[in-house]
């Protein structure tokens, strides 16, 4: 009866030794992935939840992100084309100011792969009187495009003519290459 | 048990100092119950008398009991109440030579009985082989049961534990479904405003040239100066400027503005055309933008 018995034991015991212990691992390997699912899911179900909140975030994103494209060249232009109406609008814009656009340089164009974007600098020597040059200072920022001042050098005030070299730079935005299988 | 008047039964035993009290049973006691205690003991134990005869009466049996000083020291049982008991007690109260008893009849005390009884009445034997064979005889199948009840929660938690990762996959894949549009336009919202962050913090860092370029040349006319010369480029500035010799701090005026972060004063010379007038040539740290909106947001 005893021998039976134990062999009962023997047999249970090595069962759970040799298979049934095996599952612990197993069981632990799930219950750390049923963990990490759950905290997918959570993050999922709160942006389900919050549908509405979010697009109308996302909305107002866009439509400022929109509004500053705007202020940007668009990426399908060529460098030379840009550089060239930069060029146009500070003759303009020193016609208009009553000053005397001299001459223009075109500098390298500096493209921010990381950033996503392309810079692009001029510099332009313009003579006038200090009001006019004051003028001309202010009619800048009445273009449409962004146009950023990277450096300005003032002479020789004293005389009735100033003479200015600025260097202003456009931007445009770098065309996006599509992801792979990416409509 | 040779002395035993029964051929079949079995014996109960226990031993108080020098006296060793003896119950023989005509039938042999079964495993069931591993501890047998006599009812005339627990009577005895009960009654708490110093000197007394009690006389328990059955419908099968008539037991007399002798007590002295609190101990049970005689138990007579008959078949039937026998007829001259009154002479019996009188010869048992001679023979256990008891002065001042009491006899009693059918005692209906509650049989109460503690620990100390059951040990008192016990035999165990301590031994390996013994505690082994008890332990197989009596743990093996709890045992078993145990290994074989955990090795089946283990294998069921792990098949439970599997359909619920299953369907936890596929319940995450339709919220994905019908979360994707949107998580598309986050995407696209995201990748916007970091551009712009991005741009804004490399581009547009310093104050715009206009206003910087006013402030200066307004500080400068105010003193009763002039300028000669101003470069501007985003982190700094610097101007050749005429200021009279006589002046005040001029470059806490410019600091007062909060567009600059620092402005020195690099070298002073004698102007040639005016000798009240000197020739500076300064230096403009400029602040960043949103240094300067925090400043103007902590003053309002």
């Known amino acids: 009866m005893s021998n039976k018995k134990l062999l009962v034991l023997l047999l249970s015991v090595a069962f759970y030794v040799m298979y049934a212990s095996s599952y612990s691992e197993k069981i632990d390997t799930l219950k750390e992935q049923i963990l990490y699912l759950n905290m997918k899911i959570q993050k999922e179900e709160s942006i389900k939840a919050n549908r509405k909140k979010i697009l109308s975030e996302i909305d107002k994103v866009l439509k400022v992100a929109e509004k500053n494209e705007k202020l940007l060249y668009s990426p399908d232009q060529n460098n030379s084309e840009i550089q060239g109406s930069i060029q146009m609008f500070l003759k303009k814009t020193a016609s208009d100011s009553m000053a005397t656009f001299i001459n223009a340089a075109w500098n390298e164009p500096l493209e921010d792969e990381k950033a996503g974007y392309v810079s692009l600098p001029i510099t332009a020597s313009i003579k006038g009187t200090p009001d ?52 | ?63 007399i009991l002798v007590v002295k000083k609190g101990n049970l020291v005689s138990q007579i049982t008959y078949r039937k109440k026998p007829t001259d008991i009154d002479n019996r007690i009188v010869l048992l109260a001679k023979e256990y030579s008891l002065k001042d008893y009491r006899v009693i009849k059918n005692p209906s005390y509650p049989l109460k009985w503690d620990l100390r009884d059951i040990i008192k009445f016990s035999n165990f034997e301590f031994s390996r082989e013994n505690v082994l064979q008890w332990l197989l005889s009596n743990m093996a199948i709890p045992l078993s049961v145990f290994f074989i009840g955990l090795s089946a929660y283990k294998i069921l938690d792990y098949r439970y534990l599997k359909m619920k990762k ?23 919202a995201q990748e916007k405003k970091e551009f ?37 480029s985003k982190e700094m500035t610097t101007a050749i400027v005429g200021l009279p010799k006589k002046r005040k701090n001029i470059i806490q005026e410019f600091l007062n503005t909060g567009f600059f972060r620092d402005v020195k004063i690099v070298s002073v010379t004698r102007d040639r055309l005016s000798k009240d007038y000197e020739i500076l040539n300064m230096e403009f740290y400029m602040k960043e933008i949103q240094d300067i909106k925090r400043k103007k947001e902590n003053e309002q």
């Open chain 2, 1 to 63: 048990m040779e002395k035993s008047p029964f051929k079949e039964g079995d014996v109960i035993f226990y031993q108080e100092g020098k006296n060793l009290f003896i119950w023989f049973t005509k039938y042999p006691l079964t495993e069931k119950n591993k501890v047998y205690i006599p009812e005339a003991y627990l009577i005895v134990k009960n009654a708490k008398e110093n000197n007394s005869i009690i006389l328990i009466e059955k419908e099968k049996s008539f037991s």
């Open chain 2, 196 to 232: 712009w962050e991005n741009f804004i913090k490399k581009e547009l860092k310093y104050p715009p040239a206009y206003p910087v370029l006013a402030i200066i040349s307004n500080i400068i006319y105010k003193n009763d100066g002039f300028i000669e010369s101003i470069n501007y």
């Open chain 2, 166 to 188: 299953s369907s936890l996959e596929n319940y995450l894949i339709q919220l994905k479904q019908e979360n994707r549009d949107i998580k598309k336009k986050i995407r696209i």
């Open chain 1, 132 to 183: 006019a040059m004051a003028f001309f200072l202010k009619n800048l920022y009445k273009s449409e495009k962004l146009l950023n001042i990277k450096t300005l050098d003032i002479g020789k005030i004293r005389p009735i003519f100033v003479y200015y070299s600025i260097t202003v730079a456009g931007y445009k935005p770098l065309k996006k290459e599509k992801k792979h299988g990416e409509k």
